[in-house]
Each structure stands twice: as C-alpha cells, then as structure tokens.
C-alpha cells in the first residue's frame, strides 16, 4: 500500500467499552502521530513516536488513553472505557524522518461513536 | 501558549474568484506555518508551507506568506475551480513533531 492505513474505518462503542484504533504508516518510515478530530474542529495532537519510542504524550486527554508502537511500525491506539466525548475522528499520520522539515501523510481516520 | 485561529466558513465562491481564507497564530517561538487541505472522502493533505518570515509557500495555484509582524498565514488564490472546493486547515509546528491546528474553513465553489 502507498499510503497509511487505518482500521477500522468506523467503530461504535457502547459506553464503557475499550476500543483498539490501528494504524499502518508508510513502510520505512519514522515518525508516527496521532490525532484527535472532534466534528466540526480540526486536528488536535495525542501522541508522538520516533520509531518505538514515545516522545511526547502530552495531548493524551487521560489515563484511558495509551499508545504503542513495539516494533516502530504499525501502531495502536487503545482507549480504556469510553466515554461520549471520546465520540471523534482519530487519525494516524507518519512521516519519514524526525524532527525535521518532512511531509506528514494522514490515514483516512477512524470515526468512534461513543453511544 | 501556541494556538491557530482561522476565519469560520463556509466560504462559497463563484469559479474564477479571488479567495482569501484568513489564518493568524499566537507562539511562544518563532514556528513553522502550513496549510493542509482535506477534500471529500480523502486524508489530510499538506498544501503548502514557510519555515521563517517573509518566506512565501505556494503549490497548486495558493499561495501564503509568512507575516511576524500581523503573526498571519493568509491562504490566497487568484482564480479558483470547483476542485479547489474542500475544507482547509491551517497549522503552526516548531519541530515538526507536533502540530497545532485551526478549526478548520470549508471552501465551497460553485460553478
């Protein structure tokens, strides 16, 4: 595939249910993001991987909230007992480099629905 | 603490018109300024970007330049085509590891 993937497309979760979000960015590359996008407002940043490694959590909204990326590549959002406003798009962008003057490339997202 | 504000939408234009879609920022620093443009049905998409004042990014017909002194990103276009019609963001980022986005401003073009 060219470009990133995300699965599944669409989730709906019952209050009180984990979800799994996954993300496949483009093969070879480093840095890997994810994305918070509630309807009507743009982007807003959960994490940061440089290759496995987790260098920024800071946009994490709670403790629910965990990420991980064992093998540098594909990468995992879980969020621990949902809750309605966890209902948004979560999108999963990478790019090949870190840190400098590089291209992100966006999944098509995965859109929760928290009912 | 760092933040993009963009002119609320929609934006409807006739094809041909000028556009300007307004984009000012608050930084502690001195960021890098982007453009993404999302149309219907697909991924985010960079358009354009200025690492430093005075820089000017362009692509695909737009064109933005970087203003310290009004701290803007203003997106322009002289002629628009119903294709240009998509929702578009505008971002701040300092070490291109984290990204601060606008709200987003949906661009709808009629023919």
């Known amino acids: 595939g060219a470009g990133v993937s995300q699965s599944p497309r669409y989730k709906v979760a019952k209050r009180g249910q984990d979800v799994a979000l996954r993300c496949d960015p483009i093969?070879?590359?480093?840095?890997l993001f994810w994305y918070q996008q509630a309807l009507g407002q743009g982007p807003e940043f959960l994490t940061y991987f440089q290759n496995e490694a987790q260098l920024d959590k800071s946009g994490l909204p709670s403790d629910r909230f965990f990420a991980e990326r064992p093998e540098g590549s594909v990468s995992t959002l879980k969020i621990q007992r949902t809750q309605q406003e966890d209902s948004a798009v979560y999108l999963c962008?990478?790019?090949?480099?870190?840190?400098?003057?590089?291209?992100?490339?966006f999944g098509p997202g995965t859109r929760l629905t928290v009912l | 603490g760092d933040s993009v504000t963009q002119m609320e939408g929609p934006v409807t234009l006739s094809e041909e018109a000028f556009l300007t879609i307004n984009c000012t920022y608050t930084?502690?620093?001195?960021?890098?300024l982007f453009w993404y443009v999302q149309y219907p049905g697909e991924g985010l998409q960079l358009l354009l970007k200025?690492?430093?004042?005075?820089d000017k990014g362009s692509n695909k017909g737009f064109e933005a330049t970087y203003r310290k002194e009004t701290t803007s990103f203003h997106l322009e276009k002289g002629s628009v085509q119903v294709s240009d019609s998509a929702v578009y963001f505008c971002?701040?980022?300092?070490?291109?590891?984290?990204?601060?986005f606008g709200s987003g401003t949906k661009l709808n073009v009629k023919p």
């Open positions: 093969s070879g590359h480093v840095s």
């Open positions: 962008a990478s790019s090949l480099k870190a840190g400098v003057q590089d291209t992100q490339y």
């Open positions: 200025a690492t430093k004042a005075d």
């Open positions: 971002a701040l980022s300092y070490n291109f590891n984290k990204f601060y």
């Open positions: 930084a502690t620093g001195y960021p890098s």
